[in-house]
């Protein structure tokens, strides 16, 4: 990537009527690098990218992604072990500071490892 060249081995996708969000999974190692593209400035100037893994170390190894209105929301795989550590980012502030996350396992130890999830208008679902 000319951006940044950890942004690759990406997840899945998703996207909304503004840009084009890519899920971090592997790079070489695990990762938590998320990206987004502008779909009107779909260039190297369109890119936005941070490391959710600097938000929190188990912010990493994601296996799908989904959108609602207000946030990306990022499914837990494999941080180096089977993981519940989901993440959301505010789609106004694609920034470490819009991150919000929560381990799924502290409320039961088998919510972990996901492939995939989707919302509805009230919930989110992995």
Known sequence: AETNSNLIGFSHGFA?????????????ALSGYAARVSLS??????VE??????????????R???????????VPFNNGALSGYAAR?????FTSSGVEYLNLADTNSNLKGFYGGFATDT???Y
């Open 64 to 74: 799908g992604g989904f959108v609602t209105d207000t946030h990306a929301y990022y």
């Open 123 to 125: 919930h989110a679902y």
């Open 49 to 62: 990218y941070f490391n959710l893994a600097e938000t929190n170390s188990n912010l990493k190894g994601f």
């Open 89 to 93: 980012v505010s789609l106004s502030d």
């Open 41 to 46: 400035d779909f260039s190297s100037s369109g």
């Open 16 to 28: 909304t009527d503004a840009h084009a969000y890519y899920v971090p999974n592997n790079n070489g």
